[in-house]
């Protein structure tokens, strides 16, 4: 008996692409032993995107989808991806063919294998600037020093997980999720492989500097406590260096060095300010954190959606 596979796909404003990749994932699966449907999560898309959507979901009932009622994020997609899913394993990707269907049988094989959860990395991509590939290794960097994970550079969304792990990932309620981490934390047995990201089909990317900024410090608030410690640590240190100066100023005052006037005042005033609105911006990321997990709102609202029975 075939066994039946789930792929998980997000899509914001991804009209051009979708037809597209469907077409690449049936003809992937037509020499594949594998019953597969596909799930499609509009992730507030402005263009023609669920009218594609619903034409193809129409014609094949191996296509289901859910629309968010507004944008909620990449993460959140593959949040209700994963909570709605019901194959025996379930691969996610991107609607862009920036993630090659052709890595599916490898991915499948690895399963079969044995494995709970196979990653991918990329390989190195000459159509990425110079300062991207260094922020995002500056990162990853950052992340696997701070952090009690450790995630390889280069690690998109791009996976395969097996039923006892989408089971745990249905269980979590994070509020700011990043399951690239996430994936490492829960363990099971794991395999990455190497694959050569495409380019875009058609249309632009969606992430943003900003966007990646947002998200490089939502993944690294979201697994280590350290820069708190960091902070700590750092007005500690700052506070002996202070004392430090006490004998000088006495010393001046005595012998009457005093040089009078405003600038030595400015700029210790000025140091000690930044470095108290520094670590209270620390303390407030988490505090922020705190505050809206405790509120305990859905990571997503479904608008619509259409699930077939076909697992």
């Known amino acids: 008996m075939k066994k039946n596979v789930s792929l998980v796909i997000p899509l914001h404003n991804e009209e051009a692409n979708i037809r597209i990749l469907l077409a690449a994932i049936h003809q992937v699966f037509l020499g594949l032993p594998y019953n597969y449907t596909v799930l499609l999560i509009d992730d507030g898309s402005k263009d023609g995107s669920m009218r594609v959507v619903r034409e193809m979901a129409a014609a094949d009932d191996r296509i289901n989808f859910i629309s968010f009622s507004r944008n909620f994020g990449h993460q959140s997609a593959l949040k209700a991806g994963y909570d709605h899913a019901k194959g025996e394993c379930v691969i996610s990707l991107d609607a862009d063919m ?34 991207k590939k260094r922020s995002s290794r500056q990162f990853y960097r950052l992340l696997n020093r ?13 996976r395969l997980v097996s039923r006892p792990v989408l089971n ?26 190497i694959y050569q990201q495409q380019k ?17 410090l939502q993944g690294i608030t979201s697994f280590s406590i350290r820069p708190l410690y960091a902070a700590a640590y750092l007005g500690f240190i700052i506070s002996l260096f202070s004392i430090l100066y006490v004998p000088y100023v006495m010393f001046s005052y005595f012998t009457g060095n005093a040089i009078s006037g405003w600038s030595s005042v400015l700029v210790t005033i000025a140091f000690f300010g930044g470095l108290q609105l520094m670590i ?15 509120k305990q709102r859905p990571q997503y609202i479904i608008q619509e959606h259409l699930l077939h029975e076909t697992p």
Do not use: C
């Not at 701070?146 to 791009?158: C, N, R």
């Not at 875009?200 to 490089?216: E, I, L, P, Q, W």
């Not at 911006?281 to 705190?290: A, D, E, H, P, T």
């Open 280 to 294: 209270l911006g620390i303390i407030g990321v988490y505090l922020g954190k705190l505050f809206m997990q405790a």
């Open 98 to 131: 920036q993630h090659p269907p052709s890595l599916i049988p490898e991915m499948l094989q690895r399963w079969e294998e044995g494995y709970d959860v196979v990653y991918t990395i990329r390989g190195e991509e000459a159509q990425i600037s110079p300062f």
């Open 200 to 216: 875009r089909v058609h249309g632009a990317s969606k992430y943003t500097f900003k966007k990646m900024a947002s998200f490089a």
């Open 168 to 193: 745990v990932l249905k269980d979590l309620n994070e509020y700011d999720l990043f399951f690239r981490g996430l994936i490492k934390w829960i363990g099971f047995k794991q395999i990455g492989i």
């Open 146 to 158: 701070i952090s009690d994970v450790e995630i390889e550079e280069g690690t998109p969304d791009f």
